[in-house]
């Protein structure tokens, strides 16, 4: 059994099973962690409970007199756990998955418990303590060895905290973390620790990563630097640290400075910190002169550690995020502007941007795009991928800003684009309201009314998946003599609350849906229940959410970027409000809601396949263009990105092209179809959006992209299946041989030996006999290969 410790001014108390699930299981303790992981702020995680594994404490009395078992070194009592921190770890499922898929059998490495750290850059393993290892230093430098991490010497006291995790942060854990104990190993160490004896027992030099000859290596390879500090890259800190520091007669003491400040972006890796310098054309300089970069490197590891970052560090990161979002904020202003011109041919972007700045307009673009597809829901249209499919105008759209900046201006068009659909679903409201007042209302023995088959088309974030589905397969109409379903549509103001509740109840696995609606991809149900639909369908549901980058980052992270998500969602930046008062409106205009609420009305009486192939065409040539730019850049990262833009560029575009055209329509009964003529007008539209589109995938999906596929080419590298003996053996024999050479290449001690390997090959298909000896001078027979591979 372990210990923890609630806080710093209370003694340890024993952790069971019960104990160690009501801590990390406390919202309490998860709302601190996910606000010290927002915030970065070290004094957040202070006030977390600690676990400590590897020891429990002897009763002493504490400076204020007050007696328990306090965390005192010299009260250690061994538990026989060890406890290993793997620090500075961006992507520690990964980490762990790279494990998985090494074949490592983790219970029999003794592991118990592996759990991502508060900070979420970090992960601990506790593992049981091996005496012929040594003390905990010791066991925890042969782990690393095994699991190919760096060991961080902080850890080797045995009154060292491990702060809490969430429950969700657990990768592994085995039921003996609750009961294990190793008394050899506890007699053997105990008094040691109590008496300050912490240093590791033996030379682990040998079992670590060398590095003497980093600097040689490095210089050798100089690649281009990869790494990453919160989404930005270092190469990029490092420009603005550079910043007003003179070369000329410090070089040496602006590396020591420089490589100490690295320890807090990059962790105390000396190794990783001279690849990074390495790359510096004056550091490169530095060593051909003869300095001894990596031991340079090596020499300021023991430096003092504080726990915030040096000012001059903290304000280069600071500047490099500032760039960013700078870069970012002069796109948005441009997009405005552009909105601004275009809104000449389409005069309801007019409307729809009423009371923004300009560099709101792009939010509220695709907001607005996005309700009147939904409108639009009985239009179709042929895309160059498989033009024999009818496609359907789909979104799925975040608008990402900071809270209090000015996200209500989407639910100001929700209530007047989305009013046709609001109120054609009220009838279908009432009647299942009134047929659930029925059920409640009639007897036991009554009969029960038949359950109303409707139509309701908006749900909330708080809808269950049987509803949902049960919703959606109802809404279908006939449009042209053929079945057509309906979109769904959910409209939420706190992305949020939205993850919140889809992370339980009833629409627990919805990920399934988002990924499908994009394109319309076929899905099923068979449940048990009376109440679920039996039958397969097709996801058509359109979606807009508002929330901020920190709602977005639980949406869309590091772990489940593969997913597919982010390609298939359109975010937009809404940007901050820098002080700046909205604008006050003196007037009431009526004018604009009514234009817009018009607007929806005709948008949802159109029907039939849109006449935009021009566009379709225009928006192929875009895509090979940026495609010729990812290849030139060799950027795998920008080719995922690039692949479903145009989508989004059409279905945006679509319903603003209609109105400009809407003259070239004409009625068939309720609804307006017709062909009509795009022009460069419109495909300024749709560049304009399919551009931004595009650099905003970069701008939040870019670094999780090219991480991806880092890690992907990493995996695979550390998957490469080794070629085993008997292949090489076999690769080295000649064409034709004799049993002599099998047993040279084979490394076979006798003939017979050899002639047993023979007959196994033959016996494959591997050689085949070619003479018996009786024609050649040696007398021995002859075999060749067949060609066949040796799997």
Not at 146 to 153: A, I, M, P
Not at 239 to 262: E, P
Not at 523 to 539: M, W
Not at 561 to 578: D, E, K, M, Q
Request: neutral net charge; contains cysteine.
């Amino acid at each position: 059994m372990f210990c923890y410790q609630s806080n710093f001014s209370n003694p340890t108390l024993p952790v069971d099973e019960a104990q160690f699930y009501a801590l990390v299981r406390a919202q309490q303790w998860h709302d601190i962690i996910d606000r010290f992981r927002q915030s970065g702020d070290a004094s957040l995680k202070r006030k977390l409970p600690a676990f400590i594994f590897q020891a429990t404490f002897s009763p002493t009395t504490s400076k204020a007199g007050r007696a328990g078992a306090w965390r005192k070194q010299a009260a250690t009592q061994l538990t026989g756990l060890v406890v290993m921190d793997v620090d500075h770890v961006d992507h520690p499922l990964t980490l762990y998955q790279g494990w998985i898929d090494k074949g490592l059998d983790l219970k029999a490495l003794g592991i118990v418990l592996i759990y991502i750290t508060p900070s979420g850059k970090g992960v601990k393993i506790v593992f049981k303590a091996r005496t012929d290892w040594g003390n905990l230093i010791d066991n925890q430098h042969q782990m690393a060895q095994l699991l190919g991490v760096e060991v961080d010497e902080s850890c080797k006291d045995a009154s060292r905290m491990s702060f809490i995790c969430k429950e969700s942060d657990i990768l592994y854990i085995d039921k003996e973390l609750f009961t294990y104990e190793n008394q050899a190993f506890a007699e053997r160490y105990t008094a040691l620790y109590r008496d300050g004896h912490s240093q590791a027992t033996r030379d682990h030099s040998a079992t670590e990563i060398r590095t003497d000859s980093a600097t040689e290596k490095v210089l050798k390879s100089c690649s281009p630097l990869q790494e990453e500090f919160n989404g930005m890259p270092v190469s990029e800190i490092i420009d603005k640290w550079m910043q007003g520091v003179n070369l000329a007669n410090n070089r040496h003491n602006t590396l020591v400075d420089l490589a100490s400040h690295l320890r807090y972006v990059i962790g105390k890796n000396p190794t990783k910190i001279t690849e990074v310098v390495m790359t510096l054309p004056w550091v490169q300089d530095l060593a051909k002169e003869g300095e001894d970069v990596a031991g340079t490197v090596r020499s300021v590891m023991d430096f003092k550690y504080h726990e915030y970052m040096p000012k001059k560090l903290r304000e280069a990161v600071a500047a490099t995020s500032q760039l960013e979002d700078d870069n970012m904020a002069r796109q948005l202003w441009a997009w405005g502007e552009e909105i601004e011109a275009l809104s000449v041919y389409y005069p309801a972007l007019k409307d729809v941007c009423k009371g923004l700045k300009r560099n709101q307009y792009p939010a509220a673009l695709f907001v607005a795009g996005g309700l009147m597809m939904t409108l639009m829901t009985r239009c179709t249209y042929r895309f160059y991928h498989r033009p024999e499919e009818l496609r359907r105008l789909n979104n799925s759209t975040f608008i990402i800003g900071d809270p209090a900046s000015g996200k209500s201006f989407a639910t100001r068009l929700y209530k007047l684009l989305a009013a046709p659909i609001i109120a054609a679903d009220q009838t279908g409201k009432d009647a299942i309201n009134a047929y659930r007042e029925q059920m409640r209302t009639k007897g036991a023995n009554k009969e029960k009314p038949k359950k109303p088959k409707v139509v309701v088309r908006i749900h909330p974030a708080r809808t269950s998946n049987a509803q949902f589905i049960q919703d959606m397969v109802n809404s279908v109409e006939e449009v042209d003599g053929r079945p057509m379903q309906l979109h769904m549509l959910t409209f939420d103001t706190e992305l949020d609350n939205t993850v919140s509740v889809q992370r339980g109840g009833s629409w627990i696995d919805k990920m399934s849906l988002e990924l499908k609606a994009f394109h319309n991809e076929e899905d099923g149900q068979a449940y048990s229940n009376n109440d679920s639909v039996l039958q397969d369908f097709f996801v058509t549901w359109n979606f807009i959410y508002t929330g901020t980058p920190i709602a977005l980052k639980k949406k869309v992270n590091e772990q489940n970027f593969g997913s597919g998500l982010a390609t298939r969602l359109t975010c937009i930046p809404l940007p901050a409000t820098n002080f700046q008062m909205l604008t006050r409106e003196s007037t009431i205009d009526y004018d604009s809601d009514e234009r817009l609420k018009e607007w929806a009305k005709k948008l949802d009486r159109t029907k039939g396949e849109l006449s935009v192939q021009r566009l379709v065409d225009e928006l192929y040539d875009w895509t090979a263009r940026r495609m010729a730019d990812a290849a030139d850049n060799q950027s795998r990262a920008d080719e995922m990105l690039l692949k479903r833009c145009a989508y989004h560029g059409l279905n945006f575009a679509a319903p603003f092209i209609v109105m400009r055209h809407w003259g070239e329509l004409h009625q068939e009964g309720e609804f307006w179809c017709g062909t009509f003529n795009t022009d460069d007008i419109d495909w300024r539209l749709a560049e304009l959006i399919v551009n931004i589109q595009y650099a905003c995938q970069r701008h939040y999906f870019g670094r999780m992209a090219e991480s991806y596929f880092d890690n992907k080419q990493r995996d695979a590298s550390v998957n490469i299946q080794r070629r085993g003996r008997t292949i090489e053996s076999f690769n080295r024999l000649p064409d034709e041989f004799t049993a002599d050479d099998v047993m040279r290449c084979f490394e076979l001690q006798n003939e017979n030996a050899a002639r047993s390997r023979m007959s196994r090959l033959q016996s494959d298909h591997l050689i085949e006999k070619v003479s018996d000896g009786r024609s050649n001078s040696q007398g021995r027979a002859v075999y060749r290969k067949t060609g066949t591979v040796m799997l």
